[in-house]
């Protein structure tokens, strides 16, 4: 299974960014209503096990909040890593 | 958690721990392009200079990455690389700054550059506004947008930046959007890779002012926009003006090999001191 | 090999602009840029030439902002960095002429200064930068800036000139006009040995700016050059002493604005040089640049004359030789300033002066035209009627 | 008074500077003298006014500007108009004879050398006047020495030019028919 870490202080909230909810293909983040300590609302996990580790969270995210680590033993075009 | 922190943060400066963007700001996106072409090119962050001018993207280097980094007057960022590029040779050279910087009051040293195929790569981050200023017009915003400077609408046409870096001479010339962060990213590393002058165009999204200025809402309403409306340039070439119109052509416009201005001076010293 | 020769001991006669281009080369520079403009073209169309024998670099920009621009970037790679132009160059490259002083970059701009603004009377020399150069840019800061008066100071204070910007990391200007840079006269080179030059220092280590305080020193410190793994974080924006930006703290701010302003000020012994001779004179003529020249010889017919005259030229007009003035003053009963301008340094001069001692303004009979001994002698005699 | 000043005049492209600066060059280098050249051109560089001032002394040269030349050389009718008043009284004027029909004739001593037919017709070379005009120079008043001025030549042509310049040089020396000094 991919394992996602969130850097919640370095996150700058889902309601005025939440670009890795949007590019995640399988839902896999929501909001929450959890505060970091600047103010803003960090994503949660809803279900890490429908992560298939394809990174788009990761690399779209502009504040460097979130590291999705692979699952090595599934190949990237399992993983659903967008080309377009 | 398994990781104690991100890995590019070893491409950060310890002290700074934030980027100074706001929320849902493409230029965090862009900057992350930057870094992982670093990284997948196995360099390291003193094998380059970063340079960059005045307004919001050009504080994607300086103070975030730690290394050499100059933050220089605006629109200027070019020029001051070339006088790097030369003495340091060897050096990567990377600009990162705005379209308002380099395509408008530097629009001079960009074409020149690129007419000299000195060897840097620019990556401009075209957000369509003038962000940091408070959302004036700028030459890349549509026409027809009204912002603070064109209340009633702006009657100037836009500016292609990559046609008219390619009509200078540039050995390269790549446009994408922030939602292509792995073609941005496999782009910048041709860029850094190519001897010559290599422009990058991240169109990008300005929420704050430029999403409020057209109306296309948040950040991901903006990414959305881009998602929808990016068209590559194979299948661009054979649509017309009209099918074009609000599409943003996005892909590789050169790729080329030539001379190139640092390495014929290296040549032409070489010559002129064995006469 | 044949490898360019760097210093041409020996002496030639040679024009001023080409002695100036001598110079650069003599004192290590190995980085030019400039756009073409009369009457400063000749120094770097002698550079272009010259520096690639050399093992330099010579770029011909889009403009002249993109000259200092590059220059400045060529000083942080760790070149000794040129760039030459006049009046209306000078005008455009302002706003990096403030970043230089920001930065603490070390560089040196040729101003062969000309008569009056954009195409004005391009081959005509006139002392019409003399403020400009100093007090032209934003902010507030300081800048020095040296006047030859003939061919050899071209080559001598362009030689000085990378010594102070280099010992001092500021922009440091060769004063000249249309006059002297087109002069011809007995230039004499002097062997490589003789030449005062001392180069930046670079920090011995340390790739972390917050360890290191590169910034901001009065005792000038040494500069993280780029390429060398320093991590140099460089900015004209209000920085704190390690390099980095901070808009926050008005201490900073002070710093900021003072410490590169005291950083010339505390030096200003080392870098003044005054040409002083009015010993037993009760008139001394003030002046700087070629204008020197018409006073000494003025002061020599006055003397015969029976007038007791003497003569101070100002070498170094930038930081002002305040000082240097004002104990001229205070020693003679008559100050006459010279200047082949309207009165440029005049209201500084005058501010130091006026207290102690009579004090007037004499312009050349004719603008662009240095002072004719004659009518400076009869134009004395008239104010001392 | 060792100081000898002069004015040397004509139209773009007839080389009136590089005669001052051959003149200066040997003083300077040759001749163990001191000198100060200093010079003005229309921007037009060829067909407008040219003019450069040369000052020669045995001492170094304090003040540069030539206000009352002892010599004005004039190679063309524009240089009589713009200097001749500047002479001193009883001044030396030589001109070139082709351009300079009828020089003044308020002037302590004029000579008229016609260095522009002599250039075309002897040496097939219009471009030599100017060395011709400072061979005559050269005889009419010895400011610096035909060896240091013969050697300064060659110092400021082409290898391939050394003897043209040579020949028009001597041709103007002996142009001179009767010489002041």
Known sequence: ?84 | MSVSAHPFRRYMRNHVTRTTTCPGCGNGIITQAILRAIDELGLDMDDFIFVSGIGCSAWIPSPLFAADTLHTTHGRPIAFATGIKLCLPEKNILVASGDGDLAAIGGNHLIHAARRNIDMTVVLVNNGIYGMTGGQTAPTTPRGLTTITSPHGTLEHTFDICAMVAAAGASYVTRWTTYHPRQMTRSIKKAIVKKGFALVEAISQCPVQFGRAAKLGKAVDMLKHFKENSIRIDKARNLDEEALKGKIVVGEFVDIEKAELASEWARLKQEVMEV | MGRGKKIMTGTHFMMGNLACAEGAIAAGCEFVSGYPITPASEVVNRLAKRLPEVGGIFLQTEDEIAAICSAIGASWAGQKALTATSGPGISLMQENIGFAVATETPLVIVDVQRLGPSTGAPSVGLAGDMVQVARGSHGDYQIVALCPESPQEMFDLTVRAFHLAEKYRVPVFLLADAFVGHMREQVIIPEEKQLEIESRKIPKGGNDPMDRQDFLSVDVAPMPVFGRGFKAHVTSSCHDEHGMRNLSDPEVMHRYISRPIDKILNHRDDIIQVEADYSGASIVLVSYGTVGRSARAAAHLAQAQGLRTGNVRLITCWPFPDREIRQVAESVDFIVVLENNRGQLYPYIKAEAAHACRIELLGPETLGQIHDPEYILARIREMIK | MTRTELTIAGVGGQGSILAGTVLGSAAVTYDGKYAVQTQAYSSELRGGYAATWVVVSDEPVVFPRVTRPDILMAQAQDSINRFSHTLKPDGILIVDSDMVPTPPDNIGHIFRIPATSIARNRLKAPVTANIIMLGALCRVRRVVSREALEKAIVDAVSKEQEQLNLDAFNLGFEAVREPMD
């Not at chain 1, 949660?44 to 504040?63: A, F, R, Y």
């Open chain 1, 1 to 84: 299974m991919s394992k996602i870490t969130i850097f919640r202080q370095a996150c700058k909230g889902v309601e005025d960014c939440g670009i890795c909810i949007f590019v995640c293909p399988k839902q896999v983040l929501i909001g929450s209503d959890e505060m970091n300590e600047v103010g803003y609302l960090p994503p949660q996990v809803k279900d890490e096990s429908l992560c298939t580790g394809c990174q788009n969270c990761m690399i779209s995210c502009p504040d460097f909040s979130i590291v999705v680590e692979k699952d090595a033993s599934k190949p990237a075009a399992e993983r659903g890593e967008e080309d377009g």
